[in-house]
Structure formats: structure tokens, C-alpha cells
């Protein structure tokens, strides 16, 4: 790295009399040198104290090792020192990575084995399975932690476990049709030609990508749709497409008269698409609109996906293209959305969420990050034509050590042994005649700063909260227990996470935020004498 003339000096990071940190030239007079140093101009605003990435306080803990030492820049660029290229290598890792790593290891409210891109936002899963692996497509902004010029993420799986994030599929073309952002769809494929169908947004279109590697993809210039059907309102969007005999079928998310609408289209070539009519219309129980639909056949029975608000599910027949609505309800009562399926090799229909936050955008912006992705969970059919959910069962990979606990209990009393900010925990109780029966989780010792997850079974919840404290916002969901004759809570705890599952057909998602490292103990209570037995696993690191 040369410069033009004569032999500079200079030290990488000084500090001025207000305190703040900034670089300098100085020449061998000791006098400052505006001149601009070849090779660096591109590298400099790094060093800058008010840059926005967080590379500038990633390398702060060096300048005291720097500070000492100058280096000499002759022109040839063979003759610097080796202390100089290492050096250049430790500021050009920390840049690289610092904004993932660094930042995040003191941050106890970040997932370490849920799915998480780098920083800063992420919404609205959209998963595919292909050749043994499995694909999540995702809402991205990878600038802010907030929900902005959208792109599509992309990430790839083996096991469902371990995750590793691929370069994004889409991003917003200006002066094109989805210069406002690259919005949900889905991903199909046809001939072994991979499709992208989504929403552009501002006006809303419906617009197409391809790819033979799914890396690669080029878009279709023209949206394939440009406008809908006359009586519908403003929300349409998120196409959902599926191939049914020798023809394609696609849903997209509307509205009508105030409710849910999802529109059928119907294509031979997945490029030229006609509007067929509504497959179903909801009642406003389940939404003001629909957005994210998803259809799909499973034991025997079709299933409707929507989300407003929160996701539903519809369970009942399809017949001429038509959906006739028999069972109702919610996938999950907390900070969990726009859930869409896959299905893999083993016949499996396997659901994916977006986890949201639940504390305000401000410590959002602080943190760095926002949103991440649920842990999967198997959808099936029960007797009753209900859905079932719960978690796969290649979770499992991730536990350590395991703990114990068993005896009966009519209190709320901290476990001895088992504590941690990541752990798998399943709770079997036999309530008897108990009011309320759960568990404390990112607790403190005198309990004064805790997470509830419990089954109130007089007013046939599920829920999970933090009483006084607004840090964990109430959540909870319809779950009657009666006629079952044990209680099991399935508990994933992931930092500020927490996913419940309950008897395998309710579930909710929990946010609980807390800085404080005390704050990682497991409790047991009940209101009125009930049977518990525990086991619990200490969960290793996976997801992103």
C-alpha cells in the first residue's frame, strides 16, 4: 500500500481533548498532514466515532494496545510491518463479523438456538422443502430493526436445527413494481425451475422471480397481476400457490364488508393467472382481512391459514374449489404471526411463525435487532377435526444436561439445580382439584422478577405473563383441559423467548425481557394440592 511521496507516520486511533476518538495523519514534523493517505479513503469512515455500525465500538477495547505504537508506510508496499497487517486483518474481521458477534454476547434477551438473520429486522416466514433440505424465505431489512424497503432473506437447514443464512433471494428494484419493498409469497417448482411469487407494494401487484439454483433469481419485469377484483378492499396481497391436477391454483389475502376474503386464481403456466372467485370468507371472527394465506390437504381434511392480528387455522372440506369452513381456532395466543407451511420428504406439514417483539421500538433500536423465526412444529388432524401442533422432534439434538424434579405441591416453590437462560422443559401435572397448575422460568431467586406459564382451568386458559412486571406482556389462548387426566407443558426457553406448548393443541409464545443474570430460575406452583413431575435439558447453541 503505497502513498505517492515521501514517508508517512501516523497513529490509527488518537484521542482529541473532548473526549471523542478519531484518526490523524501526522508527517515526520509531527505536524498534522491534510493530505489523503492512497488506500484508505474507502476504509476510513469506520474509525469514525459516530458511525451507526457498531464496528467503531467493537475495536474501542484496542486503543490502548494501538495507541503506543506508530507505523512507518514506505512506498513499497513489501516493507510494512507484520504488527501493521495484523492490525489491518483485527479491524477488517471486527467490521465483518463485530456487528453480529460482539454487540450480541452481553445482550441476554437474544435467542441463541431459535433462527435469527444478522441484524436488524426480520418478518413473515415463508418456508419450502427441495432435495432434502429446507428452505425459509423471510422478510428482511437488513439496515434497521424495523420493518422497512423489504427484501427476501434466505436461509437453508438440514435438520431443522441448524440453520445457515444464504445470500438474499430479492430486494427492491427501483423503478420497478416492487420498488417499496419485496412483500410475502411463496415458492414453488415447476419443470426444476424454482418460482417466486410476492407482493410489490405501493400499489400492490403480484409479481414473479426464477431461478434454476435458488441463489440466483431474475425477476419478470411486468407484474403478473396489476389489479383486483372490483369489490374488494384495500389489502391484496400474499399470494400462497399450490399445483392441483394438470393446473395451478393461487390465494391471495383480501377483504370484504370488513372481513377476511382469500381470492382464487387459477394458471397453467404460473405467469398468466385468472381470477376464479373467493375460496372462503371469513366472519370477522377471524380477522378484519386476511393476510399470508395458506391451503393445504392433511389427514384427511383441508386446512386455511390466515393471519390478522394473530394466525388462525380452519380445518374442514374443499370441494369444487371451494371451501367449506367445519372447525376454527388460533395456532398460537401471543407474539407469534404470519405462520406458513412446507412439507417434507416424510410427509410432514410443518408450520413456521414469526416470533414478534413485544417491548417498544426505541429498545428495539437499541438492541439492534427485531423478530426472529419460531421453532417448527408438526401440524396434524385430531379425532374432533382439530388441529394439533408440536414441536419436531429434531429439537432434541440440542439438550445437554438434564434435571429432575418430582413430588406433590400446592405452592410456588424455586427448583434447587435447574436454572438457565436456554432450556427445554416438560411438566406433566395430575391438577386433582387445583384452581391454577405451571411454572416460574427466568426467575429470580425471592421471585420479585419472574415469567408465569400455567393452565388456569376454571376460566379454560392458557397463559403466560409476568404480573407486575411490564417488562413480560400477558398473553393466552382458549385451552379446556377437562377430560384430560394430565396437564403436560412443553416449555422451549430461549433467552427472551418462550414457546409453550400444551397437551400438543395450544400453544403461546412469550416475550420476557430482562438484563439482569440472576434472573435464570425454574419454578414450580399450583392453587390447590397437584402431582408434578419435570424433566428439563440444558439447550445448546443453534439457529443463525
Not at 346 to 361: H, N
Not at 475 to 502: C, M, P, R
Request: net charge neutral; aromatic share 10%.
Amino acid at each position: 500500500m503505497a502513498v505517492r511521496e515521501g514517508k508517512w507516520s501516523g497513529k490509527m486511533v488518537t484521542k482529541n481533548g473532548q473526549g471523542q476518538w478519531s484518526r490523524a495523519m501526522v508527517g515526520e514534523n509531527g505536524q498534522r498532514d491534510g493530505r489523503k493517505m492512497i488506500g484508505w479513503s474507502k476504509w476510513s469512515k469506520w474509525l469514525d466515532a459516530d458511525h451507526p455500525r457498531p464496528f467503531f465500538t467493537a475495536i474501542r477495547p484496542f486503543h490502548l494496545i494501538i495507541r503506543p505504537f506508530s507505523v512507518t508506510i514506505r512506498p513499497s508496499p513489501l516493507t510494512i510491518r507484520p504488527f501493521f497487517m495484523t492490525l489491518i486483518c483485527a479491524l477488517l474481521f471486527a467490521h465483518a463479523y463485530g456487528k453480529d458477534l460482539i454487540p450480541m454476547k452481553t445482550d441476554l434477551d437474544r435467542p441463541v438456538y431459535h433462527f435469527q438473520p444478522p441484524p436488524s429486522w426480520m418478518n413473515d416466514p415463508k418456508p419450502f422443502f427441495t432435495k432434502g433440505e429446507y428452505h425459509i424465505f423471510f422478510q428482511y431489512n437488513p439496515n434497521a430493526p424495523y420493518h422497512a424497503l423489504i427484501q427476501w432473506g434466505h436461509a437453508v437447514s438440514r435438520d431443522l436445527v441448524h440453520w445457515k443464512q444464504l445470500p438474499n433471494a430479492l430486494a427492491p428494484t427501483p423503478d420497478g413494481p416492487d420498488k417499496d419493498g419485496c412483500w410475502t409469497g411463496c415458492c414453488v417448482e415447476k419443470d426444476g425451475v424454482y418460482h417466486i411469487l410476492y407482493t410489490g407494494v405501493h400499489p400492490q401487484v403480484q409479481c414473479l422471480a426464477t431461478s434454476k439454483d435458488m441463489i440466483t433469481w431474475k425477476k419478470q419485469k411486468e407484474p403478473m397481476l396489476s389489479a383486483q377484483p372490483v369489490g374488494f378492499g384495500d389489502c391484496w396481497r400474499d399470494p400462497c400457490a399450490w399445483k392441483e391436477r394438470d393446473a395451478w391454483y393461487m390465494l391471495i389475502g383480501s377483504v370484504r364488508d370488513g372481513a377476511g376474503a382469500a381470492l382464487l386464481y387459477r394458471s397453467h403456466d404460473l405467469k398468466n393467472w385468472d381470477y376464479l372467485h373467493p375460496l372462503y370468507s371469513g366472519d370477522k371472527t377471524d380477522g378484519t382481512m386476511f393476510e399470508c394465506p395458506d391451503f393445504f390437504a392433511l389427514g384427511g381434511r383441508h386446512v386455511l391459514i390466515t393471519s390478522c392480528g394473530a394466525t388462525f387455522w380452519h380445518t374442514g372440506l374443499y370441494q369444487d374449489h371451494k371451501f367449506a369452513m367445519e372447525k376454527q381456532g388460533g395456532t398460537d395466543g401471543g407474539h407469534f404471526y404470519a405462520a406458513k407451511t412446507l412439507v417434507d420428504d416424510k410427509g410432514r406439514r410443518i408450520l413456521f411463525g414469526w416470533v414478534t417483539e413485544g417491548r417498544p421500538q426505541e429498545e428495539c433500536n437499541a438492541a439492534g435487532w427485531s423478530g426472529l423465526l419460531s421453532l417448527p412444529r408438526v401440524l396434524g388432524i385430531r379425532a374432533d377435526g382439530t388441529l394439533s401442533i408440536s414441536p419436531v422432534p429434531e429439537l432434541k439434538a440440542l439438550r445437554g444436561m438434564s434435571h429432575s424434579y418430582e413430588e406433590k405441591t400446592d405452592s410456588i416453590k424455586i427448583l434447587d439445580g435447574i436454572q438457565g437462560q436456554t432450556l427445554e422443559i416438560i411438566a406433566r401435572f395430575k391438577p386433582g382439584k387445583a384452581k391454577r397448575v405451571g411454572l416460574l422460568v427466568r426467575s429470580t431467586a425471592d421471585k420479585s422478577e419472574c415469567t408465569t406459564v400455567y393452565v388456569d382451568l376454571e376460566s379454560k386458559l392458557l397463559v403466560a405473563g409476568g404480573g407486575e412486571d411490564a417488562s413480560v406482556r400477558h398473553v393466552q389462548t382458549n385451552f379446556d383441559a377437562e377430560g384430560d387426566k394430565e396437564i403436560t407443558l412443553h416449555i422451549f426457553l430461549d433467552h427472551s423467548v418462550i414457546e409453550v406448548f400444551a397437551n400438543d393443541r395450544a400453544c403461546i409464545t412469550a416475550r420476557s425481557y430482562t438484563q439482569n443474570p440472576d434472573a435464570n430460575r425454574v419454578g414450580v406452583f399450583s392453587q390447590g394440592a397437584a402431582e408434578c413431575k419435570l424433566e428439563a435439558w440444558e439447550m445448546g447453541r443453534a439457529g443463525s
